[in-house]
């Protein structure tokens, strides 16, 4: 029997100015939703004639109820769109997807089915495992900020995303009765990491792999102020594991200057001693993160000496590629030399908290069987927050 055969689910879809997608969107998710106890609740936020056209569609539509709650003050934007649509929900299962088919509607019975059989709090639609793909995004620039992004985001949460291979994704399910959602605060359109990183209890994240594909009508909504929004979202949800590994960094550049300072005051060659002071500077930023940034990983990790290893050698090939990226920009493009410095050491910085977040301090195999495969998730083992903001 078909396990979508008796779960109801409310399809909640944000819009903003999506008129061209509306009529086609509900086409398919009728298609998609047969057999389903479905309803489709637009929650939209558009200045165009998008509410005109769905108000259309939905009278002639009998396969499915479609719904509109048209907001005039779009308070949290995408993200606060969403929620309101959770709180207008009739049943249990609610499933989030874009307005502009780059979000399948075919995926609906799977999503559907794997959190009915699943029992899981979330079933996230992922574009990074197994056999998902995000070539819909509109250019290589996009995709490359999209993975970026992504990169980042579970470099600063590696216990609550180790198992979710794409929290920016707007593409999920989640079950009402179990994920908490009137502490969230949205800011913006990544409302899938701010559920996940605000609960205050364990949750089960369950993936599914799904293409991402290209926008059926308009142009895409992204900008560089979302952007903007999006850090800020990053810095208000999580600024903890981070600012100690900047301040450990800051620490270790003032140490560095101080050695060399006394060691050539000793008469020791300038070079001879940068090198000693950088090597030492290195071991210490190495000691102290795992003391005071990244304690919380260590248990599940490699042994102690292949982390040492591997931060050293990565740190010493960062720092000759910076200094080599540094002379290129400096002397063959002719960029001012401050500017250079600060744009390569923000550059190496995250390039250095991502790679021990998600590299050096990663979840090891164990003797009692692999780490969790990413493809079909378990439960998350972050633990529960203290406060109102998700700690990793």
């Keep these: 029997m078909d396990g979508t055969a008796r779960t109801a689910v409310t399809i909640v879809v944000p819009t903003f100015n999506e008129a061209g997608n509306v009529e086609e969107l509900v086409r398919q998710v009728a298609e998609a939703t047969a057999g389903l106890e479905a309803e489709l609740v637009f929650v939209d936020d558009s200045t165009d004639g998008t509410p005109q056209v769905i108000e259309t569609v939905a009278a002639r539509t009998t396969a499915l109820p479609v719904a509109l709650l048209h907001r005039e003050v779009p308070v949290g934007g995408l993200g606060g769109a969403v929620l309101e649509g959770v709180a207008r929900a009739r049943h249990d299962l609610v499933l989030v997807m874009d307005g502009d088919l780059q979000h399948p509607p ?19 639609a992922s574009r990074y495992t197994g056999t998902g793909d995000a070539g819909g995004l509109a250019n290589g620039v996009r995709r490359m900020v999209s993975k970026g992004s992504t990169i980042v985001t579970r470099a600063m949460f590696p216990s609550r995303l180790a198992q979710c291979t794409d929290p920016m994704t707007g593409f999920f399910v989640l079950r009402r009765s179990t994920v908490e959602t009137a502490s969230l605060q949205p800011r913006g359109f990544k409302i899938l990491l701010e559920i996940i990183a605000r609960q205050r209890r364990k949750l089960r994240i369950v993936e599914e792999p799904f293409v991402f594909g290209e926008r059926f009508a308009g142009e ?132 250095r908290f991502s790679y021990h977040s998600l590299f050096v301090y990663a979840a090891r195999e164990t003797g009692r069987g692999a780490v969790p495969s990413v493809d079909r998730v378990v439960q998350d083992t972050a633990a529960p927050v203290r406060g109102p903001l998700a700690e990793d």
């Design 106 to 124: 075919a995926m609906i019975p799977v999503l559907v089915r794997t959190a009915a059989e699943s029992g899981a709090d979330l079933v996230v």
């Design 220 to 351: 895409s909504k992204a900008t560089f102020r979302q952007g903007v929004d999006f850090l800020r979202q990053l810095v208000a949800l999580r600024f903890g594991k981070m600012s100690g590994f900047a301040l450990i960094g800051a620490f270790g550049a003032v140490l560095n200057i101080g050695l060399v300072a006394v060691l050539t005051a000793e008469h020791m060659g300038y070079l001879a001693a940068s090198v000693l002071a950088s090597a030492l500077t290195i071991v210490t930023n190495f000691l102290l993160a795992e003391r005071f940034v990244f304690r919380d990983l260590i248990a599940q990790a490699r042994p102690r000496g292949q982390r040492f290893l591997a931060s050293v050698s990565f740190n010493g090939i960062e720092a000759a590629v910076r200094v080599y990226a540094t002379y290129l920009l400096v002397d063959r493009a002719g960029w001012n030399v401050v500017l250079t410095t600060a744009v390569t050491l923000a550059v190496a910085f995250l390039v």
